[in-house]
């Protein structure tokens, strides 16, 4: 017999927390619970404001009547579903099918704003000594995940951006960058940015995630200075595939939860495996109970990129689940409104 709840939360999170111009003052989303004997399993499904295609209205009245489905044991149409939607479901039944593995560790590459000594005590030893020069040290594929953080660029002037980064890179004498526009930089301030850096440091930038506004100007920047490029938005909004297979692209960003099922990012992450590519995991803002998921989706997918989840700091609270080392409060998911079970 199979059941189901549906709960809906709503968490503060940090003040100040704008995204694309929207301030965001809490984070709302739904979690469906799936029972089927003696197994459970449950799911997150939080469409990002601004962000992803679906309302959160239009998940929730798609979630409801998806589960209803599931619950009638009929086969759940998931390329048909809201991205979010699609995500959160199919992970509750992976999970509910026991075929998500536990990490050891719940691994995230930090994100840093620009202060080189929080950035080092959140790296803990990645100046202990020199790494070994093998394919797998220092890099993108590396398997120490300390030695890289995230930095968002282009929020001010091309000059202050150029002197955070150089900064951190001389102070942390084995860290790597990787570096997220969102899409904020002109061509010719990308130009800027990059050719203001020595090669030396240059080497050291993992990838540039979404520089411009126009990825067809990212990808004639990437082809002529050599920048290495990633994409996010671009693997979701365009229909190009020669644009986002391009040689020129090193890394594909996977946001699952705007992408769709688990099915859909299992296969885009063997695309860019097959391609020669980097595919990182990386969150929407999801509470705890999904970042947990999401550590244990990466470490089965891409077992050896650190993934980019380092989200949790906005929340005020945690999600039924508690991520390690996080001090923030937990909150029983219990504790949030019931706002569908099927009758039996």
């Not at 995230?108 to 020069?133: E, I, K, N, Q, R």
């Not at 282009?154 to 960058?177: N, S």
């Not at 994409?231 to 297979?245: F, N, Q």
Request: proline letters at 8%; one cysteine or more; a negative charge.
């Amino acid at each position: 017999m199979r059941q189901a709840r549906i709960y809906q939360y709503t968490l503060p999170v940090t003040a100040g927390l704008f995204l694309r111009d929207q301030r965001l003052t809490q984070r709302e989303g739904l979690v469906v619970e799936l029972s089927e004997g003696a197994q459970r399993g449950w799911g997150e499904i939080a469409p990002l404001p601004g962000f992803s295609q679906e309302t959160f209205a239009e998940a929730r009245h798609a979630l409801i009547a998806a589960t209803a489905v599931w619950c009638d044991h009929r086969n759940i149409a998931m390329p048909q579903l809201p991205p979010s939607v699609a995500w959160g479901l199919s992970i509750a039944q992976a999970e509910l099918d026991q075929r998500l593995p536990t990490p050891s560790s719940f691994q995230t590459v930090p994100v840093c704003t620009g202060d080189p000594d929080a950035l080092f005590a959140a790296l803990g030893h990645v100046s202990d000594g020199p790494h070994s020069d093998g394919p797998h040290s220092g890099g993108p594929h590396s398997d120490d995940p300390s030695d890289e953080a995230k930095v968002k660029v282009g929020e001010y002037e091309v000059a202050r951006d150029r002197l955070m980064v150089t900064t951190l890179l001389d102070a942390i004498p084995h860290l790597r960058l990787r570096l997220d526009a969102n899409r904020r930089w002109r061509p010719e301030q990308l130009a800027a940015f990059w050719c203001g850096l020595s090669q030396a440091h240059q080497a050291r930038i993992s990838w540039i995630e979404e520089p411009c506004r126009d990825p067809y100007q990212s990808l004639a920047q990437a082809e002529a200075l050599g920048v290495p490029l990633a994409w996010d938005e671009t693997l979701r909004d365009s229909d190009d595939t020669g644009l986002k297979e391009s040689d020129h692209v090193r890394t594909w960003v996977i946001k699952p939860t705007m992408m769709g099922d688990f099915a859909q990012v299992s296969q885009s992450v063997t695309r860019a495996h097959a391609l020669g590519k980097i595919a990182v995991i990386s969150s929407s803002l999801e509470t705890s109970l999904g970042l947990t998921q999401l550590s244990r989706v990466a470490s089965s997918l891409t077992p050896n990129v650190v993934p980019g989840l380092d989200t949790l700091g906005v929340f005020e609270q945690q999600l039924d689940r508690t991520w390690p080392g996080a001090n923030q409060p937990l909150i029983p998911l219990d504790d949030q409104p019931l706002i569908w079970v099927n009758t039996l």
